[in-house]
């Protein structure tokens, strides 16, 4: 029904139901798996993906709605790390490759609802300048899922923790390694590299959600913001 879905040529409809909030949570998880859905239907249309790794994507797709459960059963602990850190000024959110953009939504997320300012950088990026912003009280949170760059991740989470800055890990079930570096870990089921950033960004949606509830904040009616923008 909106002016952009007439206009359009091609639709393709997200089904997850109205948001509710200003701040866009389902559909920007609902827009990553519709991304995954035509990465593939691309991959077979244009030969670059076999039936069978075709098949297995769409199997690791299929597990994605129980393991976004177990993300949203530990609401309450995820409460809980949000009120540890609810009185900071300054958070920082960084991830590799897929996860940087989860990092950006993780950010934004926080900006808008809890009006902290918050920022996310590619995290091999952080010598380059956002480095100098951390120390005693900054909090960073780190994407570690298990993914090829995992092992540069886990040296940029100790770069963090050298300048005291206190590190919150979202690391997939399992991986016991990363509980030795940061401060505290937030876990996430073991999936796919290319399913776990939906996992990831729930995690940091009900993150700033509980900070904005501690902040006293509303929620669903951030300041300054509407649902429709009608400006360039």
Same mark, same amino acid.
């Given at each position: 029904?909106?002016?952009?879905?007439?206009? *359009?040529?091609?639709?393709?409809?997200?089904? %997850?139901?109205?948001?509710?909030?200003?701040?866009?949570?389902? $559909?920007?998880?609902?827009?990553?798996?519709?991304?995954?859905?035509?990465?593939?239907?691309?991959?077979?249309?244009?030969?670059?993906?076999?039936?069978?790794?075709?098949?297995?994507?769409?199997?690791?797709?299929?597990?994605?709605?129980?393991?976004?459960?177990?993300?949203?059963?530990?609401?309450?602990?995820?409460?809980?790390?949000?009120?540890?850190?609810?009185?900071?000024?300054?958070?920082?959110?960084?991830?590799?490759?897929?996860?940087? #953009?989860?990092?950006?939504?993780?950010?934004?997320?926080?900006?808008?609802?809890?009006?902290?300012?918050?920022?996310?950088?590619?995290?091999?990026?952080?010598?380059?300048?956002?480095?100098?912003?951390?120390? $005693?009280?900054?909090?960073?949170?780190?994407?570690?899922?298990? *993914? #090829?760059?995992? &092992?540069?991740?886990? *040296?940029?989470?100790?770069?963090?923790?050298?300048?005291?800055?206190?590190?919150?890990?979202?690391?997939?079930?399992?991986?016991?390694?990363?509980?030795?570096?940061? &401060?505290?870990?937030?876990?996430?089921?073991?999936?796919?590299?290319?399913? %776990?950033?939906?996992?990831?960004?729930?995690?940091?949606?009900?993150?700033?959600?509980?900070?904005?509830?501690?902040?006293?904040?509303?929620?669903?009616?951030?300041?300054?913001?509407?649902? *429709?923008? $009608?400006?360039?």
């Amino acid at each position: 029904g909106s002016t952009i879905a007439r206009e *359009s040529k091609g639709v393709i409809y997200m089904s %997850s139901g109205p948001e509710i909030g200003v701040a866009a949570t389902k $559909t920007f998880t609902s827009q990553l798996v519709i991304m995954y859905l035509l990465a593939v239907f691309l991959g077979r249309r244009r030969g670059m993906l076999n039936a069978e790794n075709a098949r297995k994507l769409l199997t690791e797709l299929k597990a994605l709605p129980k393991h976004a459960q177990t993300v949203l059963d530990q609401d309450g602990a995820i409460a809980n790390v949000a009120r540890l850190f609810a009185k900071a000024n300054l958070f920082i959110f960084v991830g590799r490759h897929l996860n940087y #953009p989860i990092a950006l939504e993780g950010a934004l997320k926080l900006k808008e609802i809890s009006y902290i300012f918050a920022e996310g950088f590619a995290a091999g990026e952080l010598k380059h300048g956002p480095l100098a912003l951390l120390t $005693t009280g900054v909090p960073v949170i780190a994407i570690a899922t298990k *993914s #090829p760059t995992y &092992d540069k991740l886990v *040296s940029n989470i100790k770069e963090i923790k050298a300048r005291d800055a206190s590190v919150i890990a979202v690391a997939s079930e399992g991986d016991e390694a990363i509980a030795q570096l940061a &401060d505290v870990v937030i876990r996430v089921p073991d999936a796919s590299e290319l399913v %776990s950033p939906v996992l990831s960004a729930i995690v940091l949606q009900l993150f700033a959600y509980h900070v904005a509830v501690c902040s006293g904040c509303p929620v669903d009616k951030p300041r300054n913001l509407a649902k *429709s923008v $009608t400006v360039e």
